[in-house]
């Protein structure tokens, strides 16, 4: 199948310091999506990307769709003890219809 | 507003068995995706439907099935279940068949043990 190939694969940080992780893949996207996903619930929608190039944020999270459109990254600034969970990047590959690709998942653990 | 609902939450079957897993979307969208998480991976595509019909169907085998209902609920069906089956099954919907647009929106899952 596709890879979306994500890292760092996983993450252990201080409370307060910035994140920033990517995702890349050989195939090309028309749209890139950020989620998060906490043990026993489904990943949840943090940014969309729509345009190469774009750059989103959405509170502390700033978002990036690469001009390549075969890669994007996501930063955190500032973390704090409820970012910890898998964060997934995804999206569906340029003409291949709707299905949705997802990426390997960062793993990010903040110390307090 | 109720988000998208699964059931059961949590599931034992032994090898051979048959499962049927639900899914209620989130009112007013007509599109159910289904993906398959294992553990330590990202979800993988089974299925889309949008307005009863199949949109799109991941590589899985005959084994899995699914359906949309008019009130845009679904079930995924899993024959002959294998111990690869164990996973957490999750139900995505969106307004859309193009969900890219907007985003799924996921339900929490259903946690499939085969044993």
């Known amino acids: 199948g596709q890879q979306l190939n994500q890292s760092p694969q996983s993450m252990f940080i201080q409370e307060g310091e910035d994140v920033s992780m990517n995702c890349t893949s050989s195939?090309?996207?028309?749209?890139w999506l950020w989620y998060k996903q906490d043990p026993g619930e489904g990943p949840v929608l943090l940014i969309a990307l729509y345009k190469a190039g774009e750059l989103t944020s959405n509170g502390r999270l700033t978002a990036q769709f690469g001009i390549t459109r075969k890669d994007s990254f996501l930063n955190i600034s500032a973390s704090i003890p409820s970012d910890v969970g898998i964060y997934f990047c995804?999206?569906?590959?340029?003409?291949?219809?709707?299905?949705?690709?997802f990426g390997t998942g960062t793993s990010l653990t903040v110390i307090p | 507003d109720a988000g998208v609902t699964q059931s059961p939450t949590h599931l034992i079957k032994t090898r051979g068995q048959q499962v049927t897993l639900r899914c209620s979307p989130i009112?007013?969208?007509?599109?159910v995706s289904w993906y398959q998480q294992v553990l330590g991976q990202g979800p993988q595509f089974i299925f889309q439907?949008?307005?009863?019909?199949?949109?799109g169907r991941g590589n899985f085998p005959d084994r899995f099935s699914a359906r949309q209902f008019p009130n845009y609920s679904s079930e995924l069906n899993v024959n002959a279940l294998l111990l690869g089956d164990s996973a957490l099954y999750l139900c995505?919907?969106?307004?859309?068949?193009?969900?890219?647009?907007?985003?799924?929106?996921f339900g929490s899952g259903t946690r499939l043990t085969v044993v």
């Open positions: 009112s007013g969208h007509k599109s």
């Open positions: 195939s090309i996207f028309n749209t």
């Open positions: 439907y949008y307005e009863k019909e199949e949109r």
């Open positions: 995505a919907s969106s307004l859309w068949a193009d969900g890219a647009n907007y985003g799924y929106t």
């Open positions: 995804a999206g569906p590959i340029l003409n291949t219809g709707n299905q949705f690709y």
